[in-house]
């Protein structure tokens, strides 16, 4: 980011001009997340962005639900993921309950057992609202990165992606490097704030506004990041190549 921005300031490249090439997707978290903090304006290549990825938005997901029981969107979002058999016919009922009662649908999901309606898929409904409200309280006392982790393991959707194999493999990867991001989060805000315990609404916000920055003009002045492999055949002035440690 400084030697770009240093660059550009001294007119001496465009952002077009530069790239940053790594050897697979996981890679470009941490290096979105530094460009959307600083203002450097990037494009990808031949990927996904880091946050559209979906198992990046489903344990995102998961946190804002564990922040707010009321999320109705992020709830349906991952009430089944992974499966848990709880069908569509089913989330519709909750819905009418809720209605008709004036409570959320998290609200009837934890006292399912009370409405003869919802009497089959009671216990898969009380055990997700179970897991999440376990979850919140977890959230008070144990730091971000033990939070993330045991919502992964909790909730089942590590264990799916690795009982998914091999044609799994770069979303477990993904996800790992979503840790990663909270571990480096925690220890920027402790050198910060060393007398402040981070939060997880404050990661959520961050992760958000990393997400806003995300929305960008294609034909617009811009970083490219992609992998070495989708570079094949394309020159570029000025190229970055992060992560050649031993192990990547």
């Known amino acids: 980011v400084d030697k770009i921005q240093t660059a550009v300031a001294s007119k001496e490249a465009n952002y077009r001009d530069f790239a940053v090439l790594y050897r697979n ?22 990927g ?17 639900l564990i922040e707010n029981h009321d999320d109705r969107e992020r709830m349906l979002r991952i009430i089944n993921e992974p499966k848990r058999k709880i069908g569509d ?3 519709e009922a909750v819905n009418a309950i809720a209605l008709e009662e004036g409570l959320t649908m998290f609200e009837v999901i934890e006292r399912a057992d009370a409405y003869l309606a919802l009497k089959s898929s009671a216990p898969r409904l009380m055990e997700f609202a179970g897991l999440i409200n376990y979850l919140t309280a977890l959230a008070e006392d144990v730091s971000l990165e033990t939070l993330v982790k045991e919502t992964l393991d909790r909730s089942g959707y590590r264990q799916m ?3 998914g194999g ?29 007398d402040e315990k981070p939060t997880l609404i404050c990661f959520l916000e961050e992760n958000a506004l990393v997400a806003d920055v995300d929305k960008y003009d294609e034909s617009a002045d811009a970083v490219v990041l992609m992998t070495i492999h989708s570079a094949k055949g394309l020159e570029f002035p000025i190229v970055f190549l992060p992560g050649m440690e031993a192990g990547i």
């Not at 997707?25 to 031949?46: D, T």
């Not at 996904?48 to 804002?64: Q, S």
Request: charged residues 35%.
């Open 25 to 46: 997707n996981a890679q470009s978290s941490s290096i979105e997340r530094a460009f959307a903090k600083s203002g450097v304006p990037y494009r990808m290549l031949g």
């Open 48 to 64: 996904t962005r880091f946050n559209d990825r979906k198992e990046i938005r489903d344990i995102v997901a998961y946190l804002h």
């Open 161 to 163: 992606l690795i009982d």
């Open 166 to 194: 091999e044609p799994e493999q770069d979303r477990l990867d993904n996800i790992e490097e979503f840790v990663s991001g909270v571990i480096e989060y925690e220890r920027a805000m402790a050198e910060e704030n060393p």
């Open 89 to 91: 016919k089913t989330l």
